[in-house]
C-alpha cells in the first residue's frame, strides 16, 4: 500500500506514516491516543461553534439594522432610544479625539 493509511492523502514509499501524519503519531506516543484525540474534539468543536454563534449573531444584526442616520425614518416609539445612542456615539468620538 502507497497511500497514508491514516490520512490517505499522501504517498507514502519509505515509511508507514506521511510526514504529516507521522506527527501526529509522535504526538500520541508523547501524550496518549485519549488526550490527543480529547483535545483535537475540543478545539475543532469549539471553533466550529464560534464559526456558527458568529454566524447567528451577524445574521441577527443585519435584520435588526436600521436607519439611524436618517432620524425621518425612525418611529416615534423609537426616537428616544435613538438620540440616546447619537449622543453615546458622539461622546465616543469625542473621547478617541
Not at 442616520?69 to 423609537?78: T, V
Amino acid at each position: 500500500m502507497l497511500s497514508c493509511p491514516l490520512c490517505r492523502v499522501e504517498w507514502c514509499i519509505t515509511s508507514k506514516l506521511c510526514d504529516k501524519c507521522n506527527k501526529v503519531k509522535h504526538l500520541m506516543d508523547i501524550y496518549g491516543r485519549d488526550k490527543v484525540v480529547e483535545i483535537l474534539e475540543k478545539v475543532l468543536i469549539v471553533e466550529q461553534f464560534k464559526e456558527k454563534k458568529e454566524e447567528e449573531i451577524k445574521e441577527t444584526c443585519s435584520n435588526d439594522l436600521k436607519d439611524y442616520d436618517n432620524p425621518e425614518k425612525i418611529p416615534e416609539s423609537e426616537a428616544k432610544e435613538y438620540l440616546t445612542r447619537r449622543k453615546a456615539d458622539l461622546n465616543r468620538k469625542k473621547s478617541k479625539k
